[in-house]
């Protein structure tokens, strides 16, 4: 069965360095989002994005974030100076885009930021 | 806008009993409603969805739902656990008609299956 991937699994870095998060959607989906998790609180909505551009993006993505698909497959996030509160599991999610279907997500990935 | 409220974050049950995992929403529109579970170290899958037709919904792994639009609740119900039922369950809502509309998640329900 297809998976959304998504690397890496774990990720440290230190508060103010960039860090890049990738997701690489199942083939014939065309609609991505990121959410994230903060330890023992609800998953959240982040962004939104269809035909290389932003559909959707909540209050949290503030400038600091970045989308894009730079070659086609990948799907990736971009945090430009990280903060402490950024440490949270990222999960990428992927619909074909058609309708209100199923999300697939990625297993995620953990970010701690020191 | 859309709430999901989860009662219980913790959940401990006896092997082979039966199980009952609480979710109400809040919405000024209709509402899509799913159930995701998330195995450790894994992602979420998706377990069940309510998106109209029957209030009674069934899922993966033996797993069960009912929506109720009077109490805003989607109940997941399951009527006798396994071991590897232990995960970690969400509920989620997005609004109806608005396509590809990100996903509302409740705080999560821990169930733990004791042997």
């Known amino acids: 069965e297809p998976e959304v991937t998504q690397t890496p699994s774990h990720q440290v870095t230190q508060m103010g360095q960039e860090v890049i998060l990738r997701c690489v959607p199942i083939?014939?989906?065309?609609?991505f989002y990121w959410y994230r998790q903060i330890l023992g609180q609800k998953v959240e909505f982040l962004v939104s994005?269809?035909?290389?551009?932003?559909?959707?993006k909540s209050e949290i993505f503030d400038d600091q974030f970045s989308v894009e698909r730079p070659d086609g497959s990948n799907f990736t996030l971009k945090i430009r100076s990280t903060k402490l509160e950024d440490s949270a599991m990222y999960f990428c999610?992927?619909?074909?885009?058609?309708?209100?279907?199923?999300?697939?997500f990625g297993p995620g990935t953990r970010l701690l930021v020191l | 806008a859309q709430s999901v409220t989860q009662l219980d974050s913790q959940v401990p049950v006896f092997e082979e009993a039966p199980v009952e995992l609480r979710c109400n929403y809040s919405?000024?529109?209709?509402?899509?409603l799913f159930w995701y579970v998330q195995y450790p170290n894994q992602g979420l899958q998706l377990l069940l969805k309510?998106?109209?037709?029957?209030?009674l919904v069934k899922g993966i792994n033996g797993f069960e739902a009912e929506f109720n639009k009077s109490q805003t609740s989607f109940h997941l119900r399951k009527p006798s656990v396994h071991i590897n039922d232990t995960a970690e369950y969400f509920c989620?809502?997005?609004?109806?008609?608005?396509?590809?509309?990100?996903?509302?998640f409740g705080k999560g329900t821990r169930l733990s299956v004791i042997a």
């Open positions: 999610a992927t619909t074909t885009g058609q309708g209100q279907e199923t999300q697939y």
């Open positions: 083939s014939n989906h065309l609609y």
């Open positions: 994005f269809y035909n290389n551009e932003i559909s959707e």
């Open positions: 919405s000024s529109v209709s509402v899509y």
């Open positions: 309510y998106l109209s037709g029957s209030t």
């Open positions: 989620a809502v997005s609004p109806q008609g608005s396509g590809n509309t990100p996903l509302v």
